[in-house]
């Protein structure tokens, strides 16, 4: 048996539950919005990232 790892939702930190579809939790927790703006803090972070 392979034990996936737990995955953790970054916009509210829990934990999904066993089984529990990320894409799902997204859809039903978090306003498109949300989503949209914790996709564009990735990127900048990741660009910060890259220039030092
Ligand atoms: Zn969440």
Do not use: Y
């Not at 916009?11 to 939790?25: F, Q, S, T, V």
Request: with cysteine.
């Amino acid at each position: 048996m392979v034990s996936k790892p737990k995955l953790q939702c970054s916009l509210c930190n829990e934990r999904l539950a066993e089984g529990e579809d990320i894409e799902e939790h997204l859809l039903n927790e978090h306003e498109p919005r949300e989503l949209a703006s914790e996709i564009a803090a990735e990127w900048e972070a990741e660009e910060f990232a890259g220039t030092e």
